[in-house]
């Protein structure tokens, strides 16, 4: 199962491992090692019931009583900080169009792996059934989604941006070089046929504000991000102070922000918006009066339309 609430409010406070980042040159340390094997897994089981079969020829996901599924494949990305990290992708059936599919880049909240995206159950905690949800409607839009799984920072998988080792340090963090590495393995096909001047993020919880730490660090890469129950890239929780110049070409934000949410307090959000909004920056705000620190419904369609909105 998910760590609960407590850990999700803790982890921005646990030390992380540094990494130094090298200077060898990108495009000889990316590598890709596809599986279309796809696995079945997940960190929520309904007992008696199997996942829905799926004929990739005529459709990506599907949902039975139990669970909601989308098909993936996994390659390995070689990084300048000399590991190995992990990314899950689809992109949707038929041709690609002119210039390549649209990428989305969806990043985990705490805890579970990656994976968890594509496989979950319709009872799964913080709104987790939404997840796949969210991959079928970016796929079905047009895009191709990736999923980079996090590594474990102080035992737990999480992301680096607002921990204590990397959040003022971000370019010597193993996250930064993935993150080179995945623009990079865009640009050279490892994930088959995409755009990578048409890129976009969304994350949840600590993915949220690894989705921030791509818009005020990734800038002239991003077209737009969505970021759910998050804030800024180096707050955490209750800890947040919002920079006084953030960029001006800061990418056009989505906020999807649960009301009741314990662990994230929607005013750090809302201080990050008006940060946002004041330097002239595109901003929507959608909040959820019933949602805590969760996915809520909606937010599938939302982040497709928002990154429709701004292509």
């Known amino acids: 199962m998910r760590p609960d609430l407590r850990v999700f409010a803790a982890i921005a406070l646990l030390a992380a491992f540094t990494a ?25 089981i309904c007992d008696g019931v199997e996942p829905p079969a799926i004929d990739e020829t005529v459709e990506l996901c599907a949902e039975n009583q139990c669970y909601e599924r989308c098909l993936y494949e996994t390659s390995s990305l070689s990084t300048v900080t000399g590991g190995t990290r992990t990314i899950h992708w689809q992109h949707p059936l038929g041709a690609a169009p002119a210039g390549g599919w649209p990428v989305a880049l969806l990043f985990q909240g705490a805890g579970p792996a990656a994976e968890a995206y594509w496989l979950s159950t319709t009872e799964a905690p913080f709104g987790g059934v939404y997840e796949p949800r969210v991959i079928k409607a970016l796929l079905d ?23 204590i080792s990397h959040r003022g340090d971000w370019e010597n963090s193993d996250d930064h070089s993935l993150m080179l590495a995945m623009f990079d393995a865009i640009t050279y096909g490892t994930f088959g046929n ?3 001047d048409r890129i976009h993020a969304a994350g949840i919880s600590s993915g949220g504000y690894m989705t921030s730490r791509l818009a005020v660090t990734y800038q002239d890469r991003m077209a737009s991000v969505a970021i759910v129950a998050g804030s800024y890239a180096t707050c955490a929780g209750l800890l947040c102070s919002i920079p006084d110049d953030l960029p001006g070409d800061h990418p056009p934000v989505l906020f999807l922000h649960g009301e009741k949410d314990g662990v994230v307090p929607i005013s750090t959000m809302e201080e990050y918006e008006a940060a946002l909004a004041a330097t002239g920056v595109t901003t929507k705000v959608i909040t959820d009066p019933r949602a805590g620190h969760e996915w809520f419904a909606g937010t599938p369609a939302e982040i497709v339309t928002w990154f429709q909105s701004h292509p």
């Open 20 to 44: 130094c980042l090298g200077t060898d040159d990108l495009k000889n340390a990316v590598s890709s090692v596809t599986d279309t094997t796809e696995p079945i897994t997940s960190v929520f």
């Open 141 to 163: 839009a047009g895009y191709a989604v990736l999923t980079p799984e996090p590594k474990r920072n102080a035992g737990i998988n999480s992301w680096q941006s607002n921990v």
């Open 194 to 196: 995409l755009d990578g």
